[in-house]
C-alpha cells in the first residue's frame, strides 16, 4: 500500500484571507516503510510574507522571490501524491490551502476522504493530552532535534515515524516486510526439514503401558488415546 506524509507552509491561517502556500514537503511511505523518494518546493506567494508567519518557519520575501509559482510545480506535486492516500497533521488546514491553490489555476479540487489526519488520530488515541506534533515526538522519542524552525519536508519526514507510531509502531512492519522481501531461496532453505530416519523412542514400553492403563481410567473419551492406534 502507497501512502504520502505531508506537509504544507503558508503565509497565514486562511486562504480566504489571500493568504498563500509557500512551501510544501512530502514523504513516500509504501507498506509503512520510507521509500526515500520525496517530493519538495518552496513557492512565491506574490503577496508579504506577515511577521508572525516569518516566525513560524522563517520565510521572508527576499527568499521566495524567486522561487516557482504554484501553477509552475503542481503538475510534479500531483504525479507525486497520485491517487494516494494523503496523511496530514491537521489535514484540514493543508487541505484547505492546497483545494484553494488548485481552485485558483482552474484544476479539480483533492477529496477530503483522501486525508489521513493524524492530529485526529493523536486525540482519539491520547484523549485529553497535547497532540501537536512536537509533543507526539516526545511522547514517541522522535527525534525533532532539527525542528528549529516549521520546514515542510522535515515535518513530513518526522510525522512519517510519528505516524507509524501511532498505527502501533515500526517492529510489526518490519517484520512482515523481511518475510514478504525473503528470496525463494531463502524462503525454501528455512522450511522445516524432516529427518530421513525417525529417532529410536527413549521411553520404555513399561512407560507406555503404564500411561495406556492410566488412560483407561478417565471418564469419556481421551484424546491421549488417539496416539496409542
Known sequence: MREVVMDTETTGLDPKDSHKIVEIGAVELL?????????HSYLNPQRPV???????HGLNNSFLKDKPLFKNVVVKFLKFIKDSPLVI??????????????????????????ALDTLAMARQKFPGSPASLDALCRRF???????????????SEILA?????LIGGRQPELIMATTAFLSPSTQKSSKTKVRP?????????????????????????????????
Request: charged share 30%; glycine share 6%; proline share 5%.
Open 89 to 114: 497533521h491537521n489535514a484540514k488546514f493543508d487541505m484547505k490551502f492546497l483545494n484553494a491553490e488548485l481552485v485558483s489555476i482552474g484544476l479539480p479540487t483533492l477529496s477530503p476522504e483522501r
Open 50 to 56: 506577515p511577521k508572525e508567519a516569518f516566525e513560524v
Open 141 to 155: 522519542g522522535v527525534n525533532s532535534l532539527k525542528r528549529e524552525k516549521h520546514g515542510a519536508l522535515l515535518d
Open 31 to 39: 507498506n509503512h516503510l520510507p521509500t526515500g523518494k520525496t517530493f
Open 161 to 165: 515515524e510519528v505516524y507509524l507510531e
Open 197 to 229: 530416519t525417525p529417532l529410536k523412542a527413549l521411553i520404555t514400553k513399561l512407560e507406555v503401558d503404564a500411561h495406556k492403563e492410566f488412560c483407561e481410567k478417565l471418564k469419556g473419551a481421551a484424546l491421549w488415546r488417539n496416539f496409542f492406534n
